[in-house]
């Protein structure tokens, strides 16, 4: 009879293997996990005997793995999940029950609008969780596929290489014109041909539009030059510098939200844009937590939020 090497397993060692799959490094494993690297190194030697493999070998920047861990590292994660659901969640869901932190990344632009939103909704169900918010950036996909990161919300279009990332539609937003009380134009609405009289300020986001923002994608589309005198990462930073100049900041109408004492907000007419101009959110979550009931909680009560959102902009 074949040797049942499940029965001698201990399951913290296979913890132990995914975060060591993921940083190549003892050292950054021993700190991810808060143990010494010299209790890394004796699970790592019980990992060779169970598996009868080196299963990582030394390199010039820490480890590399083997051809069996390879394989492993592609099919424990979601077997490991599953467990992790099944013991979690056996007796039924319940949010208040939930506790640790979940980790969100966001489009700057989103972090600005809901994050105090979020936190109200979600904090009122599970009130022995931690939040943990932060911007979305050029390794968050890659993290969410680590699982340092839970899930992100951003605007499509996202680059998302990996297959392993399931992308949801969350909500919709819609462009707003910004400036200040004082600004001399006056109306209520305005049409892209007035709006590009005047200066223009525009967000750019580290891993979304770095390197042309989607004001000036849209205005390319159209034929159109704008005066842009100034970029920023941060939509609430632009939103204090427009409040005593002439400058507009086309944005998401969320803002009229939280912004609304400090700048007017000026309908755009949409008819007039490409389709990009109603940009999709989407929530980016691994596939592995696609029936993971904390997932699906988060996804409803999101999409809730985005929905409120939509309705008071």
Known sequence: MKK???KQLDLNLLRIFLVLSQE???????????????????????????FNDELFVKSQQGVMPTAKAEQLALSLPPIMELLADTINYHNGFDPKELSGTITIA?????????????????????????????????????????????????????????????????GRDAFTIYCSHTHPYQGDSISIQDAIKYPIATLVSQAWNRRITLTEQLLDQLGLDANIVLRNEQPKAIIDTIQD????????SFLKITEADK???????????????????????????RANPMMLWLIEEISQEFTLLSKSS
């Open 4 to 6: 049942d090497l499940f």
């Open 24 to 50: 190549l490094n003892l050292r950054k494993t021993a700190e991810r996990l808060n143990v010494t690297q010299p209790a890394i190194s004796r699970s790592l030697q019980k990992l060779r005997d169970q």
């Open 106 to 170: 966001m489009n700057p632009i989103l972090a600005t609008v809901i994050s105090k939103r979020l936190f109200k909704r979600l904090h009122a169900q599970a009130p022995d969780l931690t939040l943990q918010f932060e911007i979305w950036r050029l390794d968050t996909p890659e993290r969410i596929i680590n699982g340092d990161i839970h899930c992100g919300l951003n605007y499509q279009p996202i680059d998302l290489s990996s297959k392993e990332l399931i992308d949801t539609f969350i």
């Open 245 to 252: 100049t002439n400058i507009l900041f086309p944005s998401s």
């Open 263 to 289: 700048v007017r907000a000026l309908e755009l007419d949409l008819n007039q844009l490409p389709i990009q101009a109603k940009p999709d959110i989407s929530m980016i979550y691994h596939y592995r937590n």
